[in-house]
């Protein structure tokens, strides 16, 4: 954190992780994991290729298989917060039912559904109830790099 300071380095920007906890109801909530170091992106970079201001990212790090083979457990996915509004197709961190997941939001017959890319019988999709699915954020990038 004190390198940000340091002369020729304010082009660089800290994008925050962001961790899934349970509650003692079982509810799983989003908060900022101040235990892990920050991971710094090019200002320029954010801007040109994410399209994205630096204040609505957060990193992710994927739990589990369901996504796989495009998302694996242990990548990181930047998700974008101010783009909730689904499309078609596309990948979201959503919590559903109390549950925080990766899945696409998919169209089909009017009804949005969430689906995972793993085609295991195990992962079959489910429908979006308005109600009790609130989306996080658009997932913009992946780095397949393990922590």
């Given amino acids: 954190r004190e390198a940000v300071t340091s002369p020729g380095l304010e082009e660089?920007?800290?994008?925050?992780?962001?961790?899934?906890?349970?509650?003692?109801?079982?509810?799983?909530?989003?908060?900022?994991?101040?235990?892990?170091?920050?991971?710094?992106f090019r200002r320029s970079w954010l801007q040109e290729r994410l399209h994205a201001n630096a204040d609505d990212l957060k990193l992710v790090y994927v739990q589990?298989?369901?996504?796989?083979?495009?998302?694996?457990d242990g990548d990181i996915i930047i998700v974008n917060t101010a783009d909730p509004k689904p499309k078609d197709g596309d990948p979201y961190v959503i919590?559903?039912?109390g549950e925080v997941v990766v899945k696409r939001l998919t169209r089909d017959a009017g009804e949005w559904w969430l689906t995972s890319d793993n085609i295991a019988p195990r992962y079959h999709r489910r429908i979006v109830r308005t109600n009790e699915t609130k989306v996080v954020g658009k997932v913009v990038k992946r780095d397949t790099m393990k922590i």
């Fill in 12 to 40: 660089f920007l800290s994008i925050p992780a962001i961790t899934v906890t349970k509650t003692k109801r079982n509810k799983s909530v989003l908060s900022e994991d101040n235990a892990r170091d920050p991971y710094f």
């Fill in 64 to 72: 589990g298989d369901s996504m796989e083979p495009n998302l694996i």
């Fill in 95 to 97: 919590n559903y039912e």
